[in-house]
């Protein structure tokens, strides 16, 4: 039986979540095994990255460098500065400058927009022409963490402050079908805020620990997997808390985290995608760029269990 296409302008929508983005390579890798190709990609932050280096054709470059990443390379391409925020960022934004080697956003493969945030007026920027790199500097500039972008006589920060998963940029280029992919969907202690959380009776301490499955059926990543899940997928039990005083780092990343999962749950609830993707990456640090793999399989275990879903929408018998 032949499949016809239900929609003329398929948009792909990639989230921000710093580290976690690197789960993006694995959810578009997904989709396009799948025959899905989107028509139009937009992104904000680590999806604003992400978003570019594919619409400039160099995914496959893009995951070998991720997966070579160890914690000592990216402290070296982090820079450290005292002024505008933590982290200059100027050695990594330099290797992507140097791959995107001067192509405005004009140029790119594929129609591609990045989301930012005015920092003085708090106005969410849509950046669809100019130069690529530096759209996607402004995108990621996390306040606190990246130093601020100056752009056409204002201070840009990253987008996330404004719409994290920008569902609404991808139906302002047209995409009659959006796919978006949110990576905050239950990134606080693996906290899931859908629902309640449902306490599991004690563990014998004497037994072995259970075996946490994903939705596809296949055991969490030990760094993802909740330390105390039951083997049914959606009843964990929340960390206890630290008495220890959190230090300034991780005090930043849980704020960021905090905003991140409150602001995307807002804009979605009033900016709904058609279809939506959220991979579990409750275990990832917004720092954890060295977690490339596992970042990558979950985006594609994501994608992969809303395939079915996913092919009804797109297409008509």
Not at 24 to 29: D, F, K, L
Request: contains cysteine.
């Amino acid at each position: 039986m032949i499949r016809r296409r239900r929609y003329s302008r398929i948009g792909l929508v990639l989230g921000g979540g710093a580290a976690r983005g690197w789960a993006h390579i694995g959810a578009i890798r997904a989709l396009h095994d799948a025959g899905i190709k989107p028509d139009v990609v937009c992104g904000t932050s680590i999806g604003a990255l992400v978003g570019a280096v594919y619409a400039n054709g160099d995914l496959d470059w893009l995951e070998e460098w991720v997966s070579r990443l160890t914690w000592q390379t990216v402290v070296r391409l982090l820079d450290l500065r005292i002024s505008g925020g933590l982290l200059g960022g100027r050695k990594v934004i330099q290797l992507f400058a140097d791959k995107f080697a001067g192509r405005s956003i004009a140029q790119l493969d594929l129609p591609f927009a990045a989301v930012a945030t005015e920092l003085d007026t708090g106005r969410e920027i849509w950046l669809q022409d100019g130069s690529t790199i530096d759209s996607v500097r402004a995108s990621i500039a996390i306040p606190g963490i990246f130093t601020p972008v100056w752009h056409n006589g204002v201070w840009l920060v990253d987008g996330g402050l404004s719409n994290p998963v920008p569902v609404s940029v991808a139906r302002g280029m047209r995409a009659d079908c959006v796919i978006a992919i949110d990576l905050n969907n239950d990134i606080l202690n693996g906290r899931d805020f859908g629902g309640p959380v449902i306490e599991t009776p004690a563990l014998d301490p004497t037994a072995p620990p259970p075996v946490a499955l994903r939705r596809n059926g296949k055991p969490w990543p030990r760094w993802l997997a909740p330390a105390e899940a039951s083997a049914t997928n959606d009843v964990r039990v929340p960390p206890k808390p630290s008495t220890h005083v959190p230090s300034m780092l991780s005090s930043i990343a849980q704020s960021i985290d905090i905003m991140q999962v409150r602001i995307t749950r807002s804009r979605l609830a009033g900016e709904p995608a058609d279809i939506l993707i959220q991979p579990r990456l409750g275990g990832m640090g917004i720092f954890d760029f060295h977690r490339a793999a596992p970042a990558i399989e979950e985006g594609r275990a994501a994608v992969e269990h809303m395939l079915p879903a996913i092919r009804a929408r797109l297409t008509l018998e």
